[in-house]
């Protein structure tokens, strides 16, 4: 039985809201449900789009806490992180709310990517055995189906085992990045993929038609309870 399913919209406004609002009403269950929530974002043009939305929903923000899917390996002002586009998106306007926590950034002292990961890993609070770690994960995706930082054919999309590790040699720059895994993107209660244009219709394809996530990362990027692509018409186009 599959949980994979797609919403078309208009176009990426309409896309970046609706996303948004289904994004809040998961989080709004699952606190009633169980007191507390967890959302990881993500980074990219629908992704910044779609948390600037969520900034105008309803959410009990002191009942969350939040990830970022992955981060560049970069220093912590550095404007290539994506926290510093989320903030400016979401997270400056809620304060000290939510609980946060931002991927190492590189420093002087600590310039190895993997010891980076191994150590974010480490401070992890994971939950014991097969449990969620994740109640909704929003990802945004490349044409060539990455999310977060799993890119097609490298150490990070074979990865089976660690829930997050360091990228080196990253298809596209920065080369160094930090990311979860796709065992780690499996363990999401819901996955929201946010994909908006044309360039992005064959992976839409891919994704939802089930290939190899080592060919189409996406592919594998399945939550435990619902999957859903929020697209425009032209992310769409490739659909039947
Ligand atoms: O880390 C990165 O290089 C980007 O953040 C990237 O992963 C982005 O999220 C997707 O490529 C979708 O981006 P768009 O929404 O801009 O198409």
Redesign the pocket.
Known sequence: MTNLSHVVHTDSEALASAAARAAAELLSARIAAAGRATLSL????????TAAALAGETVDWDRVTIYFG???FVAADHPER?DGQLDEALLDSLGDRPTVHRWPARTAREDDVDAAAARFLEALDVPDGEQPIFDVTI?????EG????IFPHTPAVAETERLVVGVRD?P??PPE?LTFTLPAVRRSRHVLV????E??AEAVAEGLGGASPSDWPVAGAVGVESTTYHLDEGAASALD
């Open positions: 993500t980074g990219g043009s629908v992704g910044i789009k992955d981060e560049r994506n990802l945004g995706m490349g044409p990455h999310v977060d930082s990253c596209k720059p990045r946010i994909a908006a244009g360039g992005k």
